[in-house]
């Protein structure tokens, strides 16, 4: 079984989770595909691209299964070969139109080609289909801020923080993030409510405070509020 798998990662212990996996493989006559997910997935997550990117050519050369053409873009993504990671993520939309996943890896990798806009209009799509992935619309709200489109930025920075009321997942960036936005968009007071759920939301984190003061030291200053700027960095 996988259990000694599972036992190997959670002990931080790479090399003997590959062991086990190996030991299993080799038992099968035909190609155990769930186990080669499994070992692909640790290769790459300990950044063994060429073996990672190796399982998952072995793969697709039998089957176009979806997860070995996502796990080849992910790998083309993170040794920066962007162009060719896309093509795996289209690939994988080609197959499966519902399988937004790859749209967040694709925009992630048209950013890093320098087409922004291209890189949102696929986030939009991605969360009109599935709205209620937090990671998601923070990423549409990062790529939006930075084509400097303040409206969907704003609202997209606003669903991240709804969304991370009660989730693992949420950041202190969410709310710095959102009350950039709200300046930028002449919303001071909106800022800093948001800075104050902050404050709240994050009690118990003195770097999500420190982060939280420094923004709202920004904000009194760029309303030319010296007194209150100097009070939030107390």
Known sequence: ??????????????????????????????TPMELLRIKAEILERSRHYDQSLAIYDQVLAEREMLWALLGRGRVLYSLQEYAGAVHCFEQ????????????????????EMGEGAQ????????????PKVL???KLLATVAEANHDLEVAGNAY???????????????????????????????????KN?????????GDPTAQIETALQENQTYTQMGNTREADKALE
């Open 1 to 30: 079984g996988l259990v000694p798998v599972d036992r190997a990662l959670e002990l931080k212990s790479t090399q003997r989770a590959l062991h086990y996996l190996d030991l299993q493989i080799a038992k099968r006559t035909s």
């Open 92 to 111: 994988v939309l080609e197959a499966n139109d519902a399988y937004n996943v790859a749209r967040d890896w694709m925009a992630k990798a048209l950013v």
């Open 135 to 137: 990671r998601r619309q």
């Open 195 to 203: 800075l104050g759920q902050a404050r709240k939301n994050f009690a």
């Open 119 to 130: 890189a949102q209009k696929i986030l939009e799509d991605a969360v009109e289909q599935s």
């Open 158 to 192: 606003e669903k991240t923080v709804r969304l991370g009321k009660h989730s693992l997942f949420r950041d202190v960036s969410d709310y710095t993030g959102y009350s950039a936005v709200l300046m930028e968009r002449g919303e001071p007071k909106k800022a800093l």
